[in-house]
């Protein structure tokens, strides 16, 4: 069972999370969220691999009601939050996974770009002569991961500055 203060948490995220869906990049048949991949990087790091996935699943859920999401948001978001959070808290413990993120992030992109090449042979349009599908949807994807990535970072040193990590984990 989570403690109180990680689900309290993890539902703040994700309120976060929804709230900042509007801002997506049209790419594709898919709607790129840096903020997802931000809140993957906190919550991954703060609060493990388990709950950033909930956390995504919550978020994406939300978004492809909401219509500010495509059934991308699932492998877009949720092998992210997992590998950040593996790598933090059962490999190192360095705010560096927070760049391992983008690593997930390309295992949902291949996956969606398998699944997907099937029904729409050219889901993604070709950009500098690459043509591959799956090359396509990690190109495209990482103009949201790392960015996402970077930000996330800088977020979790800030909540780590402001003591919240102390508060959240008592």
């Known amino acids: 069972m989570l403690p109180t203060r990680r689900i309290?948490?993890?539902?703040?995220?994700?309120?976060?999370?929804?709230?900042?869906?509007?801002?997506?990049?049209?790419?594709?048949?898919?709607?790129?969220f840096p903020f997802q991949h931000a809140l993957n990087v906190v919550t991954g790091i703060l609060l493990g691999p388990w709950s950033a996935v909930l956390t995504a699943v919550i978020v994406g859920t939300i978004r492809i009601g909401l219509g500010t999401g495509t059934i991308f948001a699932y492998p877009g978001g949720i092998p992210g939050g997992l590998v950040v959070g593996l790598?933090?808290?059962?490999?190192?413990?360095?705010?560096?996974?927070?760049?391992?993120?983008?690593?997930?992030?390309?295992?949902?992109?291949?996956?969606?770009?398998?699944?997907?090449?099937?029904?729409?042979?050219?889901?993604?349009?070709?950009?500098?002569?690459?043509?591959?599908?799956?090359?396509?949807?990690?190109?495209?994807?990482?103009?949201?991961?790392?960015?996402?990535?970077?930000?996330?970072?800088?977020?979790?040193?800030?909540?780590r500055r402001a003591g919240v990590e102390k508060r959240l984990l008592i």
Do not use: H
């Not at 976060?16 to 709607?31: D, E, F, Q, R």
């Open 8 to 32: 309290a948490a993890i539902v703040v995220l994700a309120a976060l999370g929804v709230a900042a869906s509007p801002i997506n990049i049209p790419m594709g048949p898919t709607k790129a």
């Open 87 to 159: 790598v933090y808290w059962y490999l190192k413990k360095t705010d560096l996974a927070a760049f391992t993120e983008p690593i997930g992030t390309s295992l949902g992109a291949v996956v969606s770009a398998t699944l997907i090449v099937q029904f729409f042979p050219r889901a993604m349009p070709p950009i500098y002569g690459v043509e591959s599908q799956v090359l396509l949807f990690i190109i495209y994807w990482a103009f949201s991961c790392i960015p996402g990535s970077v930000i996330g970072f800088f977020l979790v040193k800030g909540l």
